[in-house]
């Protein structure tokens, strides 16, 4: 019986050694909520604020590596309201970036939604700008002047804050123009150079590729589960939605994945 007992405890313990990190609230990176990450959203939706699917990935990898955050956005009116069915404009809707993207929040502690003009870069470690369209047409105006864009005054601040204080930004799919229009000599990806089909997927978006490179970027070609350190400027790219695919998302779960580790990592040196 005795002999049974301490078999069973050896086998108990073995399980709960293998079981994952944040069981001991421990992340891939560092302890569980040392690190505190600023995460900046456009609103709620691919065609004309943030993607649903990159917010998510990326809050649920925040956390998988042991990261506290916090959700910014603009109080302000977004460009215009997206029928997502039709892929048109609705027509007499308005929307506030901050209201729609609170649609991303449970509004319980430090998931609350806050103004991006509150952003107090000494407050965070990193900061991490996730895809979809609102990055060309609510916090910038790359939509109607493309390379020449100008970003949205608080956006351009805490860029220019995170990168002179040397804390890590992460940037998903067309969020590296967001950077590179006001940040020098970056090097970034945001996927395929020209619009050919990459595993079950093709590149539709790659005028933004040519674009980050007449501002001065360095591009790299990666995959969509892939992501790019720029170590020199601490700056972690993934093409994720830059890349479209009908229903391969594992991919862009994982390039997102890739991306935020490195950001826990810069953030913990």
Known sequence: MLASRVLLTKKASTVLSRQPACLAHQGDWGNWGNTNVAVVYSGCGWWDG???HEAAYTMYHLSRNGAKFQIFAPNQQQ?????????QPSSGENRN????????????????????????VSSFDAIIFPG????????STFNKEGKDCKLHNDVERVLKEFHKNRKPIGLSSMAPLLACR?????????????????????????????AVKSMGARHNV??????YVDEKNRVISTPSFMWETDYHYHYIFDGIGNMVKHVMRMSSK
């Open 97 to 120: 970036m901050m209201m729609e993207s609170a649609r991303f929040s449970h509004g319980q502690g430090m998931m609350q939604i806050q103004d991006l003009s509150r952003l107090d």
């Open 222 to 227: 990666r995959e969509p589960y892939e992501a």
């Open 132 to 139: 979809g369209h609102g990055i060309v047409k609510n916090l």
């Open 79 to 87: 460009m215009h309201v997206m029928d997502h069915m039709k892929k």
């Open 50 to 52: 943030t993607d649903v």
């Open 182 to 210: 006001v940040l020098p000599s970056l090097e970034v990806t945001m996927g395929y150079e020209k619009d050919e089909s990459s595993r079950w997927g093709n590149w539709p978006n790659t005028n933004m590729v040519t």
